[in-house]
């Protein structure tokens, strides 16, 4: 008798994850993992929908070719004020300086200061331009130029100007001269217009850039009334000798 040889090679033995009860493309380590091939891991981190909805930006479209008389007249009227308020900044930066105020918290507000008259300006000249015959026509154009004007006219302006207030509110804290609630406004202000950069981000910040652009009227007001003229008396006298 012969015996039969079996020349089937043996079985391999292979290691099987354990099933997942999620289809293979629903798997996180999958998602991920196609993410960061295709290039999109920022899109799903920071997904967010926009802050300006599609009846909206046929709108804005529709007011600059309707109104550009308007537009221009702002533009004007917000660059003429830019002018004031870069005088205010270097006014009130020398009035603290001459009190003997060393601090850095000055120098901040004159950047604050000299760079919301920067954004100001250019938010005047970008509305200007989009007042002239053919550009709110191009609707694609007419909504990049707002954009840009939004970015400089809004966190732009409220973040610059809480640096001023902060720079100039922090100073006057240890000031007897001067009432407490007007450094105290200044530093809630400030906190509100730092936080509204994140309405670039977040809608429900864009509140906080009025929220700071018009109280921010009546600090500036109450600072220019509060501060005094000249030095007291017993400084003056120590200033001389």
Same mark, same amino acid.
Request: with cysteine; net charge positive; hydrophobic share 55%.
């Given at each position: 008798m012969t015996k039969e040889v079996n020349h089937d090679k043996p079985e391999r033995r292979t290691f099987a994850w354990p099933a997942s009860p999620q289809p293979a493309s629903r798997r996180p380590g999958n998602r991920l993992? +196609?993410? =960061?091939? $295709?290039?999109?891991?920022? $899109?799903?981190? =920071?997904?967010?929908?926009?802050?300006?909805?599609?009846?909206?930006?046929? %709108?804005?479209? %529709?007011?600059?070719?309707?109104?550009? #008389?308007? @537009?221009?007249?702002?533009? /004007? =009227?917000?660059?003429? #004020? +830019?002018?004031? =308020?870069?005088? /205010?900044? +270097?006014?009130? @930066? #020398? $009035?603290?300086?001459?009190?003997? @105020?060393?601090?850095?918290g000055i120098k901040i507000a004159l950047f604050g200061g000299f760079a919301t008259c920067f954004m100001m300006m250019s938010n005047a000249a970008i509305l200007w331009? !989009?007042?002239?015959?053919?550009?709110?026509?191009?609707?694609?154009?007419?909504?990049?130029?707002?954009?840009? %004007?939004? %970015? !400089?006219?809004?966190?732009?302006?409220? @973040?610059?100007?809480g640096l001023l207030m902060a720079g100039i509110s922090v100073p006057l804290l240890f000031r007897r001269d001067v009432s407490r609630w007007i450094p105290i406004l200044g530093l809630v202000l400030a906190a509100c217009g730092e936080l509204s950069w994140f309405s670039f981000e977040l809608s429900k910040a864009i509140p906080l850039i009025p929220l700071t652009r018009f109280p921010g009227f009546i600090w500036m007001i109450a600072v220019g009334f509060a501060l005094p003229s000249s030095l007291p008396q017993p400084a003056r006298q120590e200033a001389r000798s």
């Open positions: 993992h +196609a993410a =960061l091939l $295709r290039g999109t891991l920022p $899109r799903h981190l =920071l997904w967010r929908p926009a802050l300006f909805p599609r009846s909206w930006r046929a %709108a804005i479209s %529709a007011f600059f070719q309707a109104r550009p #008389s308007a @537009v221009t007249l702002c533009a /004007f =009227l917000q660059f003429g #004020s +830019a002018i004031p =308020l870069g005088i /205010f900044t +270097a006014t009130i @930066v #020398s $009035r603290l300086e001459f009190f003997g @105020v060393r601090a850095a331009s !989009m007042a002239h015959p053919g550009i709110a026509q191009d609707g694609p154009l007419t909504l990049a130029l707002y954009f840009i %004007a939004f %970015a !400089m006219g809004g966190p732009g302006y409220s @973040v610059s100007l």
